[in-house]
């Protein structure tokens, strides 16, 4: 078997997707996602000029060496373009795989460790009392653990707030918007909205919340410990985690559990992280990540160290990377959790799938592969925008981090 032809599809069915699809002269075909937010047509670029050239003639089953191939031959490596790109061509490679063998993709990585897959929601609110209907309206649907965020008193605009409660997306204008931040409003008021969930929720749910970057190490170690009498499942991207060192402060000083790792794109990126188990889960993305190649790698390093796995599922993955982590998710051994935002009936509708939510957890099926299709005659009615995610100042005016 050979790969004769690969495209990119490009379709905003609600959203901005990029979706590479790799075709063989014995009529089997593959599809990998390459969604990167805001950046996308940049992956299309380094997909159409620089990787699909690559790829005609060679064997589809040497999913390894045309990941080393990828990676070390371009000797610029790592960064989220380069390994976007890599990350939809492996995808589509195990998917191939899984079509040939007839079987599933957690059959070739190993089988399953476990029935169905734990996922979160996102419950969030303007307000206390706006979130607080949200964490009872995802209690109802049945999930197990839900991340909790909501509107900070004194802030026009908070991150994780969305309009439609159900399918938040960030990137949310032709041009990056603006919103105002203040840390010392956000620390005061967290520790008050856990403590009114628990009040009304009992310790029934596991809980998340996700600090977005914008912590320093000793804000973040603060928060952390006042957060620790609410008992959450973990504190997320709890402060810029280009420093891995940060990390080592926070742990001295609380036992709320901390997990990053959702902007990380190679092991390098973790490797301190996780071999002085400064975190309790990491949260490599397919996509992000070089795909389930690389990030089987990262996995297993994470499991000699107490790490456990907690995929990045935000709409901005497609149906396609949410199939291949479910896949990655029933058979890694070190499994934590995974998030899940819904995505829109049309983005369910371009991308046909056979998972399905049921009682707090995602189940897979067993089509051959990972069970992901793309309607290219649906998609193609859905053209792309131009969308950014936005920025965030200080009070004062300075750049922040988003």
Sequence with gaps: MKITDAKVIVSCPG??????????DEGVYGIGDATLNGRELAVVSYL???????????????????WHYLYKGAYWRRGPITMSAIAAV???????????????LYELLGGKSRNSVMVYGHANGANIDEALDEVARYSDMGYKAIRVQSGVPGLNSTYGVAKDKLFYEPADADLPTENIWSTEKYM????ELFERVREKFGFEHHLLHD?????TPVQAARLGKDLEPYRLFWFEDCVP?????????????????????EIFNTIYDCQQLITEQLIDYIRTTVVHAGGITHLRKIA??????????????????????????????????NFGIQEYMRHTKETDAVFPHDYHFKDGYLHVGDTPGHGVDIDEELAAKYPYQRAYLPINRLED??????
């Excluded at 990787?51 to 060496?65: F, S, T």
């Excluded at 985690?241 to 790792?261: K, S």
């Excluded at 005016?397 to 988003?402: A, E, N």
Aim: one cysteine or more; hydrophobic letters at 40%; glycine letters at 8%.
């Design 15 to 24: 959203r901005n997707f990029v979706t590479l699809k790799i075709m063989t």
């Design 48 to 66: 159409e000029d620089h990787v699909i050239p690559c790829l005609i003639g060679r064997d589809p089953a040497q999913i390894e060496d045309i």
């Design 90 to 104: 492996d995808t589509a490679l195990w998917d191939i795989k899984g079509k040939v063998a007839g079987l599933p």
């Design 188 to 191: 005061k008021f967290v520790p």
């Design 211 to 215: 600090g977005h970057h914008r912590l």
């Design 241 to 261: 985690a280009e420093n891995q060192d940060a990390f080592r402060l926070i742990r001295q000083h609380t036992t709320t559990p901390l997990a990053v790792g």
């Design 300 to 333: 297993q390093l994470a499991e000699l160290y107490h790490v456990k796995t907690g995929c990045h599922g935000a709409t901005d993955l497609s149906p396609v990377c949410m199939g291949a982590a479910l896949h990655f998710d029933m058979w890694v051994p």
């Design 397 to 402: 005016g300075s750049m922040f981090s988003w």
